[in-house]
């Protein structure tokens, strides 16, 4: 079992940049693939950006293609969410997630088996 905590949310004008951390405990952090997915209020959940376990494969959301980049750094138990030139649309909570299970990297919600509690980032205009 793996617990996550993300970090590093806030308030940001257009064009400017944050970056999220997302610090797992528990075991074999490296055993898992990790992904993004942010909420805004009144929507469903939708995906961000994953990375694989071996940090051979990332993907990401066509909304956000370009400007943002996800890494890992398993030897602290941490997974980045760089975000540049932000817009007032990626406004939302932010969540990290781990899945430990599926074999091809995943850009659904239930494909993850942890989550955390979440990060609000706004953009204002």
């Known amino acids: 079992q793996v617990q996550l905590v993300e970090s590093g949310g806030g308030l940001v004008q257009a064009g400017g940049s944050l970056r999220l951390s997302c610090a797992a405990s528990?075991?074999?952090?490296?055993?898992?693939?990790l992904g993004w997915f942010r909420q805004a209020p009144g929507k469903e959940r939708q995906f961000v950006a994953a990375?694989?376990?071996?940090?051979?494969?990332?993907v990401y959301s066509d909304s956000v293609k370009g400007r943002f980049t996800i890494s890992r750094d398993d030897a602290k138990n941490t997974m980045y969410l760089q975000m540049n030139s932000l817009k007032p649309e990626d406004t939302a909570v932010y969540y990290c997630?781990?899945?430990?299970?599926?074999?091809?990297?995943?850009?659904?919600?239930?494909?993850?088996?942890?989550w955390g509690q979440g990060t609000q980032v706004t953009v204002s205009s």
């Open positions: 997630a781990a899945d430990r299970h599926t074999i091809v990297l995943s850009k659904s919600t239930w494909a993850y088996d942890y």
């Open positions: 528990g075991r074999s952090f490296n055993n898992y693939d």
């Open positions: 990375i694989s376990r071996n940090s051979g494969n990332t």
